[in-house]
């Protein structure tokens, strides 16, 4: 959805995008990369407002490395 602005399950090209955002006490649409917030990765939703499907994707290539680096251990 996000490349297509189409929903792969029902084809409706009514998508919103939902920004990822973090707030106090680490909440928010994110995944922890680290022991503070500001490791945090912000993850952007995309929902088809028919069907109500969704997807979760990073945004930042960055953040993706962040992701990658934190799984290695």
């Known amino acids: 959805m996000k490349n297509t602005k189409i929903c ?3 084809n409706s090209k009514s998508i919103a995008r939902i920004p990822g955002e973090t707030g106090p006490h680490g909440y ?3 995944i922890m990369t680290g022991m503070t917030i500001f490791s945090a990765v912000k993850v952007t939703r995309y929902l088809c407002c028919e ?3 969704s997807e979760e994707w990073i945004d930042d290539n960055k953040d993706i490395e962040k992701i990658i680096y ?3 251990w």
């Open 8 to 10: 792969p399950k029902c």
């Open 28 to 30: 928010g649409n994110i």
């Open 51 to 53: 069907c109500g499907y």
């Open 70 to 72: 934190m799984l290695k």
